[in-house]
């Protein structure tokens, strides 16, 4: 019996695939095959943070930016130098956007393993606490 | 004034929001994927420790759990609080550190849970120190041999089966034997001697209408500004259970480390290997003989080596164990008990016929030892109970046979009458701990044949006599007797008194 690779090794492979060029639609086409095969699709949420995860030690890091209103590029231009300083410098930084007005105000930044939340509403959640 | 209050009020939300400012940095985070039974499975945190505190953003607040299950893809995390607000997709933060507990004396006289948070309905407790709860025993070079006596004020204990500082002693027995008894009449005794031994009690998964119990009559006896109880009560997550000894050690270990005495009493462990059962299977790590996890013993082992006698370098002070085990229908085979006992530095054995024949504290002596306990004997008491547990071990042999009504030849009627009376004498009721004189008086007149014609009936009315008058008239020499320096025998001066007092009150009870 074929022993279960794990998701670990899954995302490291793809991770590698992506990194050398390969065109993500190909990766993702045999890495769904392969999940359908083995009857874990359940899982496919969480193979692609292990992706984005094992992105990072390829040099790419996704950024998910959580703001109240649309970022200024100077902003963003901040944001990816915070990113680098914590990743070093060679990173390639992609910044994904995403609008939520419950923040209030301030930005919370979400990296595949880390994050710091910022926002205003975390600041009066942390004040009522 | 009320612009002086606005003022005030606005410079604290200031400072205040200053503090919140802080730029803490990126912090890992990973998420829940799914949590049931006190378990949350986490996704993310690859940088996780053993052990390591995590922190459960969800809807309702931060949610504290600690990382036990560390695996390729995923952490299991035993969560410290309330399973129900926790959901799948929470965010989960690393904290950066291990489980820490308050420690200190601002401790003494409170009841705390495993996290230090008090349960007493007092004032938060403020402390300068915190300790991780779960710490590496003195390693062989910082230890000395156990020497200074911990008296419990049980005379079979004290005599037979002596306990010192630094000493792991095991009270194990079955249900409603006297088990807490023994444990509570020995922090009473501390405060009773002043010895300056600080109590922990550390309930596991106890009643709290027994801890309530416990806490007032340590009030009452005055030992509650020496004690700490650590509680856990049945309905609190296992979590709670499996850290209250390692938290309670933690607070003791304060005293140990800083030249003082700690005792500390862990009722039960049997409680405890349960709940550390009940978490590994949900870990779903695989069980073991009687379901419970191949490390069971070493959860025991870490926590009981933690007690110590320090050398004189580390200064001298010392942490004493009482841990307490359950036993089902007196079968110390079982494989909690053995473990225990084979962990600990010998054990008081209770047992169920004893308890019920009136023999209270039903203590075993033909199964009850300690190994290291002589050492540390006071003088006094060492001198006058040299043969007596080999005495009461024959006797309570030849008394079964006794039962036969058979004729004896008349040594061995008298070895089975000195029992009765030795037995008689070793009865002790709840909450009455006795003094190292009342303990070599009471055991030198009894072992000398002064009660030998007192009826058996009326030997603790002797006894209390022989008491009241010594204690009447020679009262200065009691309290040098009570130091427990001194040997009691036929021709030293304290022997003489007891000797003549003796006579005196076994008169009025003859018969």
Known sequence: ?129 | MADIAVQELSKELKNAIAGLEQNEGLKDAGVVIRVGDGVAWVHGLANAGYSEVLEIDTSEGVVEAFALNLMEDEIGAVILGNDSQVSAGNTVRLRGQVLEVPVGEELLGRVVDPLGRPLDGGPAIKTKLRNPVEREAIGVMGRKSVHEPLMTGIMSIDAMFPIGRGQRELIIGDRQTGKTAVAIDTMINQARQKTGVVNIYVAIGQKLSKVARLVERLKQEGVMEQTIVVATGPSDPASLLYLAPYAGTAMGEYFRDNKGHALMIYDDLSKHAVAYRQMSLLLRRPPGREAFPGDVFYLHSRLLERSAKLSDDLGNGSLTALPIIETQAGDISAYIPTNVISITDGQIFMETDLFNQGIRPAISAGLSVSRVGGSAQTKAVKSVSGNLKLGLSQFRELASFAQFGSDLDAETKSQIDRGQRLTELLKQPQYEPAGIWEQSASIFAVSQGLFDNVTVAKIKDAQTALLTNLWKDHKKEMQELNKGGEKVAADSPSGKLILKAGKAAAKGFEG
């Open chain 1, 1 to 129: 019996m074929a022993t279960k690779i794990s998701r670990r090794k899954l995302a490291n492979w793809s991770a590698k695939r992506l990194a050398s060029g390969d065109p993500a639609k190909n990766v993702m086409h045999e890495l769904g095959a392969y999940l359908i095969d083995t009857r874990r699709t359940h899982e496919q949420s969480l193979i692609i943070r292990d992706i984005e995860i094992a992105l990072l030690s390829e040099g790419s890091v996704l950024v998910n930016a959580v703001a109240a209103r649309p970022l200024s590029d100077e902003a963003k231009s901040d944001i990816e130098a915070f990113v680098k300083s914590e990743y070093g410098s060679n990173a390639s930084v992609i910044i994904h956007e995403t609008i939520d007005e419950s923040v209030i105000g301030g930005v919370k930044l979400e990296t595949p393993d880390k994050q710091i939340d910022a926002t205003v509403r975390n600041k009066l959640e942390k004040l009522m606490a």
